[in-house]
């Protein structure tokens, strides 16, 4: 089974803090995705990582930075943490391999305050 | 851009009630990829099906069922004999091969015992 696990499921912090929420999958997906997730809003496209030290910009990427230094890993940053940040976030990861191409897994989502 | 629709924002059914929850869709492409996931309470989103837009078959697992049909853009999605544990949202996507993957907005199903 596919496993991406997300290093808190809720959390809490101030404004202007620098945040760093963590995604770890076990399956060797060379695909990585962050979303946040906002009533109304559906599903938002922060950044994502097709390899090792790559990014990309989503739809959303202002005020996020992303790093993954290792295949396994995928970071998401908020460098300044601002109360329009609250909301869900959610990793998910992907691979290239025929049958499962383009079928995104999904951790349980980080639920974050900032207050 | 590729776009997906999911009209019904919310809809409540009594239990052993069977429901289709509609996903409508827009791309230029040929070759895509179809999906439903489910987001209970918890929040984590369940990996329901993944159809490529070469495969007209609808399919059929246990209680869950898809009809996809390219003449109308559409990959709906059908319970039958509805339980109080497939309350959640429901979300469409779609995926061109750029990988990048579309959400439709959900649509929230309650069961009612």
């Known amino acids: 089974d596919v496993k991406v696990t997300q290093s808190s499921r809720y959390l809490v912090k101030r404004t202007g803090e620098k945040v760093f929420l963590e995604c770890v999958q076990d399956?060797?997906?060379?695909?990585m995705f962050w979303y946040r997730q906002d009533p109304g809003l559906g599903l938002r496209l922060i950044y994502f990582?097709?390899?090792?030290?790559?990014?990309e910009k989503g739809d959303i990427p202002e005020g996020y930075s992303v790093s993954r230094e290792k295949k396994e890993r995928f970071s998401l940053i908020l460098e300044s943490a601002s109360t329009n940040q609250t909301s869900m976030y959610l990793c998910?990861?992907?691979?290239?391999?025929?049958?499962?191409?383009?079928?995104?897994?999904f951790g349980p989502g980080t639920r974050l305050t900032v207050l | 851009a590729q776009k997906v629709t999911q009209a019904q924002t919310e809809i409540s059914v009594v239990e052993k009630e069977d429901v289709t929850l509609d996903c409508v869709y827009e791309?230029?492409?040929?070759?895509?990829?179809l999906f439903w996931y489910k987001q209970p309470p918890s929040g984590e989103l369940v990996f329901l099906i993944r159809?490529?837009?070469?495969?007209?078959q609808n399919e059929i697992s246990g209680r869950y069922s898809w009809n996809f049909q390219k003449s109308t853009s559409s990959f709906n999605f059908t319970i039958t004999a509805s339980q109080v544990v497939d309350s959640a949202v429901y979300f469409c996507?779609?995926?061109?091969?750029?990988?990048?993957?579309?959400f439709g907005a959900g649509t929230r199903l309650t069961v009612k015992p």
């Open positions: 791309t230029r492409d040929t070759t895509y990829y």
């Open positions: 159809r490529n837009s070469f495969d007209e």
């Open positions: 998910a990861s992907s691979t290239w391999a025929a049958g499962d191409t383009d079928t995104q897994y």
């Open positions: 990582s097709y390899d090792v030290k790559m990014k």
């Open positions: 996507a779609l995926s061109e091969e750029n990988n990048d993957m579309r």
């Open positions: 399956m060797d997906h060379e695909n």
